[in-house]
């Protein structure tokens, strides 16, 4: 069974501070793809980025990078240098098959104090 | 940049009520998607839609639910005899078939 686990529920960090979200995923299948998703206050999902199970280039977007490891099933998001406005849920999604459905994790809250 | 809509943001109805939710996807795009986040719990998978019919559903979308895409734009879940526990943020998606882009979500409280 596949399963997507993000063990921070919730992290209070001070603006400007980084940050790393832990995300650990289960599956048997050797083609897959990761997903991070942020939900800020008001709700709305925001694509963040998508990774294949075959590219563990780490990735970096501006302040945002993402940790691929295959040996530990796990793919990390990173913010650097916080900002309040990346106060949010984020989520860590996995998909399996031609549908693209997302497996979710849990989520973590994520709270960057002035 | 295209995104996809839903309407309404907010919906509010009596448990026993239909209600539907409408959803317009990129217009581009060939997959569709229901997913329901309960308040402060996590995203839920409901239904995926390809090609005029449901190609995947969860435990959750039982008889009560259906979807349809009755004009080649719009997406629309309907909730038969709706109940408090339906009480939830829906989320529409679409995609080429990767990555899924999300609605801003309807509120749905069911009272």
């Known amino acids: 069974a596949q399963k997507v686990t993000q063990a921070q529920t919730e992290i209070s960090v001070v603006e400007k501070e980084d940050v790393t979200l832990d995300c650990v995923y289960e599956?048997?299948?050797?083609?897959?793809?990761l997903f991070w998703y942020k939900q800020p206050p008001s709700g709305e999902l925001v694509f963040l980025i998508r990774?294949?199970?075959?590219d563990e280039q780490n990735e970096i977007s501006g302040r945002y990078s993402w940790n691929f490891q295959k040996s530990t099933s796990s793919f990390n998001f990173t913010i650097t240098a916080s900002q309040v406005v990346d106060s949010a849920v984020y989520f860590c999604a996995l998909s399996l098959d031609s549908n693209y459905q997302l497996i979710w994790g849990a989520g973590t809250k994520l709270i960057i104090k002035p | 940049e295209p995104e996809v809509t839903q309407t309404p943001s907010h919906q509010v109805t009596q448990m026993g009520q239909e209600v539907i939710l409408r959803c317009v996807p990129i217009s581009n795009h060939l997959y569709f998607y229901w997913y329901r986040q309960i308040l402060g719990q996590k995203v839920e998978f409901l239904v995926s839609?390809?090609?005029?019919?449901?190609?995947?559903k969860s435990e959750i979308f039982d008889d009560q639910f259906s979807v349809e895409r009755p004009d080649g734009s719009n997406f629309t879940l309907k909730i038969r005899s709706t109940k408090l526990e339906d009480s939830a943020m829906y989320f529409c998606?679409?995609?080429?078939?990767?990555?899924?882009?999300f609605g801003n979500g309807t509120r749905l409280t069911v009272t």
């Open positions: 998606a679409s995609s080429e078939p990767a990555p899924l882009h």
């Open positions: 990774r294949n199970s075959f």
């Open positions: 839609f390809y090609n005029n019919e449901i190609s995947e």
């Open positions: 599956t048997r299948d050797t083609t897959y793809y």
